[in-house]
C-alpha cells in the first residue's frame, strides 16, 4: 500500500511563495498518477491540481493555473506543488493523493494526513 506524507506548509504572506512535498512509499507509487487536493475550513475538498506517472501530463483547477506548479521525481518518490503568488483564499489544509490521473477525488485511493497552509492578508 502507498503511503504519503506531506511538508512544507506553513504561515505566509500575500503574494509570498511555498512549496509542498509528497514523499510516497509503496510499490504502487510506481506507475500512479499524482494529486493535490485542498479543504478549507466549512468547504468541500478542492481539486488543485494532477500529475502523470511520467510527468507528461498535468492539469490545474482555474483558480490556481498561472500560479501553482506540480511536479514529481519518481527517482526520488516525491511530488511537489510550487505555490506562487499565494492569496488569503489558498489557505487550506492541502493533500496528496495517488491514484489515476483524474479531476476528482474518487480517482484517488491513497492519501496523505495533509500539511497546513495559511496565508495572511
Known amino acids: 500500500q502507498v503511503q504519503l506524507v506531506e511538508s512544507g506548509g506553513g504561515l505566509v504572506q500575500a503574494g509570498d511563495s511555498l512549496r509542498l512535498s509528497c514523499a510516497a512509499s509503496g510499490r504502487t507509487f510506481v506507475g500512479a498518477a499524482m494529486g493535490w487536493f485542498r479543504q478549507a475550513p466549512g468547504k468541500e475538498r478542492e481539486f488543485v491540481a494532477t500529475i502523470s506517472w511520467s510527468g507528461g501530463s498535468t492539469h490545474y483547477v482555474d483558480s490556481v493555473k498561472d500560479r501553482f506548479t506540480i511536479s514529481r521525481s519518481n527517482a526520488k518518490n516525491m511530488v511537489y506543488l510550487q505555490m506562487n503568488s499565494l492569496k488569503p483564499e489558498d489557505t487550506a489544509v492541502y493533500y496528496c493523493?495517488?491514484?489515476?490521473?483524474?479531476?476528482?477525488?474518487?480517482?484517488?485511493?491513497?492519501w496523505g494526513q495533509g500539511t497546513q497552509v495559511t496565508v495572511s492578508s
Open positions: 493523493a495517488a491514484g489515476t490521473y483524474s479531476y476528482t477525488a474518487v480517482g484517488y485511493g491513497y
